[in-house]
């Protein structure tokens, strides 16, 4: 009777052992449901066309999903990059234009990845948003690229254990389907509807959710402290080689994919992209330790292409600490100055294909700010209050 009451027991441990276990499992499909997990990238591309959508997932493959754009736009000027590059925005050409930053990661894939768009359709012309920090990196190797959707039901329940969001924000997606109650627009994808933060109909990113409170009751919150950068620029500038020479496969990497592009008559703008100001002052404190091989990097790129452009010090255009989302990201109103920029140089391919007024009137209006609250989507945040801020953005 012991032993018969003992298996009673384990058995109704591991049955609820067994019940835990599938409502928890159920939920993470409830939950992938809920957050668009089974559309297909090709409907919500399309979709996001036609309405006011943002839409980002951990679980889509940031490669798939851009080709996918680049084939529904077909755009005769496009910006490739790693997330640096997410702030060109169409609104700012006369042409049609698409963002398909935010998939290359180093120097080493980046002409794979123009090839693959190519092979899609050919731009005519291809803004290169580059890091400066990849040219002294080491060769990564070969790591395979996720080129297709992750379609695991029990990703969503992952995502929460591992601590990408937190457990209201599971629940409430589960229960409710939105963790942001009236959002001015449409979120598809499980860190869109998380976050409030997404890729635009054109593949730029907008980040209403982090950097904003629609309702205008937020606190304001801050990104790295000064003392923080300069210790990140010092453990950065202490790894060997990154601190006192540009790596000659970086070159040759840069090289092989402007040749690639030239073989195909498509115009590549390589950019330099920039860093916020407090970066480049702490840089300036010892060039010698944290410039990692900076200047020279700069005198080098130009003899690769006729089209380079060098906008790495903000300082340089105006570009103020109140206008970067974080220390290495600038908003929407650098970037605009930068494509102010690329339009003003000698012989650039960009002149007439830039709102260039509009442009100057955008910057004027909302500068030291991040993000223009205009067009289709934007201007759905128009009384939406800033909330997140450099500390070194002086008084707020």
């Not at 997330?83 to 060109?88: A, G, V």
């Not at 930053?101 to 180093?106: A, E, L, T």
């Not at 997404?198 to 593949?203: A, E, L, R, V």
């Not at 959710?209 to 003392?227: A, C, H, M, P, V």
Request: glycine share 8%; net charge negative; aromatic share 12%.
């Amino acid at each position: 009777m012991k032993r018969r009451n003992i298996f009673r027991f384990y058995n109704a441990v591991l049955g609820l052992v067994f019940i835990v276990f599938f409502l928890f499992g159920a939920s993470s499909i409830i939950v992938m449901v809920r957050s668009d997990g089974f559309v297909p990238i090709e409907k919500i591309v399309a979709e996001q066309q036609r309405d006011a959508i943002l839409f980002n997932s951990p679980s889509s493959s940031t490669y798939r999903h851009k080709l996918a754009l680049h084939k529904e736009r077909a755009a005769k000027i496009v910006a490739i990059g790693s997330s640096r590059s997410l702030q060109f925005r169409a609104n700012a050409f006369s042409e049609s234009f698409t963002n398909l930053g935010g998939v290359i990661s180093d120097l080493g894939y980046s002409e794979f990845f123009v090839r693959k768009l190519i092979e899609v359709h050919k731009p005519e012309i291809i803004i290169w948003a580059i890091d400066y920090q990849d040219f002294f990196d080491n060769p990564l190797g070969k790591r395979p690229w996720r080129t297709e959707d992750d379609n695991n039901v029990f990703s969503p329940l992952g995502f929460a254990v591992t601590g990408a969001f937190d457990w209201k924000t599971y629940w409430k997606l589960m229960f409710n389907g939105e963790v942001f109650e009236n959002f001015p627009i449409e979120l598809m994808g499980l860190s869109a509807k998380a976050l409030g933060d997404g890729f635009d109909y054109d593949g730029s990113m907008s980040h209403f959710g982090q950097k904003y409170d629609f309702l205008g009751k937020g606190d304001i919150n801050y990104t790295s402290s000064r003392e923080n950068l300069r210790r990140g620029i010092l453990e950065t500038s202490m790894q060997g080689e990154r601190a006192r020479t540009v790596q000659p496969w970086a070159l040759e990497s840069f090289k092989s994919l402007l040749d690639y592009a030239a073989s195909e008559n498509v115009i590549v703008i390589p950019v330099l992209v920039p860093s916020s100001p407090a970066v480049l002052e702490i840089m300036d404190e010892r060039p010698e330790t944290f410039r990692l091989g900076l200047d020279e990097l700069r005198e080098k790129l130009p003899h690769y292409s006729p089209y380079f452009a060098d906008f790495v010090d903000p300082r340089e255009y105006g570009s103020s600490e109140c206008e970067f989302l974080d220390a290495y990201h600038g908003g929407e109103v650098t970037y605009l100055r930068i494509v102010l920029g690329l339009s003003d140089m000698p012989g650039s391919p960009l002149k007439s294909c830039v709102r260039r007024d509009s442009i100057r009137h955008l910057v004027k209006e909302y500068e030291n700010d991040i993000i223009i609250t205009e067009g289709k989507i934007g201007s759905r945040f128009k009384n939406a209050k800033r909330v997140n801020y450099s500390p070194m953005c002086g008084d707020i």
